[in-house]
């Protein structure tokens, strides 16, 4: 038993393990939608475009002198640039026909060169991308606990109050006008979501690897689950597992903590895609 | 809009979608309590005109607007991923999420309204399956379900028979009796002039415009059908057919 205790009887291995799982949480919740819309790339869009956002903060508070950037900063730069990634998105789809992933691709690539210039008027941030993309789980601190532990329960309050509204958008857009629903403002509110999942997300696992955490348990879930608030749970308990078990393979097999999470949450939808067929 | 408003009301609308017209300065009343066929080719603007009601699109220029907010719409196609996580039930459920608000939880009556949906079109027993393991013609019955279950005073159903079998055609046709003996307004896209002459009061021509509008068995006379069709009909002996679509409309 030493084998599965021993790695969390250090602080920040434990720390780390807990924020995992709340993210988990968070993206298990929040990928249904994704999932369930067809959102990936705009998922994807989301994750890339809070690089700018990054930059920027990491320019006003690290200084010239390789100081240490202000998380809070840091994040509050990556929320607003995922915001305006959600926006411009949303804006195109709604007064134009293009296709909603045209619009996200086109948003995306444009805030990733963006940011990718910001970078370059900042020499020092180079090894700072490393942790943007594959993120520090095993350095994150009481702050990132709090954020995530706060946005677990807002989201999951959001998702309780307007269950039946994003159900049906989700489900069937044309009948959630005909009720009259607000289907623009409640699109809107669900890229609000994923860009929330995704800022708390990337300080944790990276930006590239919190999509991994948005899409594997939700999709692994649908192949259990007849009903949403299954699928829900179901989806937030596979990632919140997914977190100590991959903090134990990476301890013990040294490999990187943030991809072994994003691993492990993978192989649960491989192995249920084997053995268990769709429930009818 | 008053108690005694039209269903549906449009004024000099136009939807266009990138500068090209799908509708083009509509007008039309359409009288509460009655059942409506809408003809035309396609792309001559019927699915159009529903979204536009119910607020899928917004109009280019004029207005449009519907009667009450008892508002049952069945779109012709509904792309639902198979493992969307709903199942037959939870969707004729929805049908009740205009009473039921945000969170109040399903009352007796509102279950009574769910089971008599299902029962009027026969699918009761796949009440449990998910939704996205149905045939098209079951899942168009579920849709059903869930406007009867809405107890809506407007019916929307764009296209219904389309793509059916048999029995589900005939669900649909028993159906549309029952809303029309209750006195409900039904509004029918449709390709099928032979039952739009036989089983409704009115019939509306659309071809991007309006052709004529008014009661089945004046309305849809050769020079009508031959406008709204745009040349792509003719006549074999006593019928008439739709040679683009290959649609036996008369």
Redesign the interface.
Known sequence: MDFLVEPFEAGFVRDGAIAAALVGVLCGVVGCYVI?R?MALMADSLAHGVLPGIAVAFALTAGAAGEEPNELAIALGALVAGLVTAFATSAIMQRS?VRPETAAAVVFVFMLALGVVLISRVQSYSVDLTSFLFGDVLGVGTGEILASAISVVAVAALVV?????L??I??????A????LPVDRLELLLLVLVTLAVVVGFQVVGALLVLGLLMAPPAAA??L????P??MLVSAGIAAASAPIGLLLSWHLDIAAGAAIVLVAVSVFVVLLVVRP??? | MSADAPALRARGLTVEFGGVPALADVDLEVPRGRSVAVLGPNGAGKSTLFGAAVGLFDPSAGSVELGSSRVAFVPQHLDVDPTFPVTVADVVLMGRYGDLGWVRRPSREDRELVEEGMKALGISSLARRRFGSLSGGERQRALLAQAVAQDAEIVLLDEPLTGVDAPTQEAIRALLERWREAGRTVIVATHDLGAATRDYELVLCLNRRVVAFGPAATTCTEEVLYETFAGRIVRVGSLMVDVSEHHEIH
């Open positions: 369930l067809g026909r109050l307007l269950y039946r509204p159900l049906l989700s489900f069937d857009r044309q009948r006008a005909a009720l009259g649908a192949l689950t007849r009903r949403l299954a699928m769709a429930p009818s």
